[in-house]
């Protein structure tokens, strides 16, 4: 909740902070391990808040990426709903139904062990296999509408961040080839 008020001060695009959130390579839409988190744009005037609103962006970002692979292979979707602790910050809500450019729908239950658990008692025969008896067991609990003129301007960053993307990979390769040559300080595990 903390985060997520100082994150709310910083105007959308974060002042030309961008994050890359790679953290572990990527998998849709580039399904490459070797990618690596990076934040581009920073400066002395960037603190706290803008680094912690560019995280928000830049897996906003992710998300929009993956979505839009999805359209171009013709698996277009109406609703996008956000579950997890994400789920949790009004503002990151807001930040992916702008990105997105899509209404984005919060269940009031988040978290994915409840979409497991239907899943599971659908296999077991407890619940209907129906997809509209299903739905009438998940409630949604808020709903978030794109604004024009943030997903405007989100158009505008996602190209940048896309670019960026692109421009790094072969870094992002050396540097996951630089790591594997070089031992591990103690107690770390490589993925």
């Not at 989100?154 to 080839?177: G, K, M, N, P, T």
């Amino acid at each position: 909740e903390a985060l997520s008020a100082a994150a709310g001060t910083v105007p959308a695009g974060c002042e030309g902070l961008l994050f890359h959130p790679h953290l572990q390579g990527e998998w849709a839409p580039y399904w490459d391990n070797d990618l690596r988190g990076n934040l581009i744009g920073l400066t002395v005037r960037h603190g706290r808040s803008h680094l912690t609103r560019a995280v928000m962006e830049g897996v906003a970002c992710a998300l929009r990426a993956s979505v839009e692979y999805t359209r171009r292979y013709g698996l277009p979707f109406d609703e996008v709903r956000l579950i997890g602790q994400g789920a949790k910050s009004s503002l990151w809500a807001q930040i992916i139904a702008d990105m997105l450019n899509r209404t984005i729908l919060i269940p009031a239950e988040r978290d994915a062990a409840y979409g497991a658990a239907l899943v599971v008692g659908m296999g077991a025969g407890i619940f209907p296999t129906d997809v509209q008896a299903i739905a009438s067991l998940i409630r949604i609990k808020e709903r978030r509408e794109p604004d024009p003129e943030q997903a405007s301007l989100y158009d505008e960053l996602f190209r940048i961040y896309q670019d960026a993307d692109a421009a790094l990979v072969s870094v992002s390769h050396r540097l996951a080839a630089f790591e594997q040559k070089r031992p591990r300080s103690h107690g770390e595990v490589r993925v």
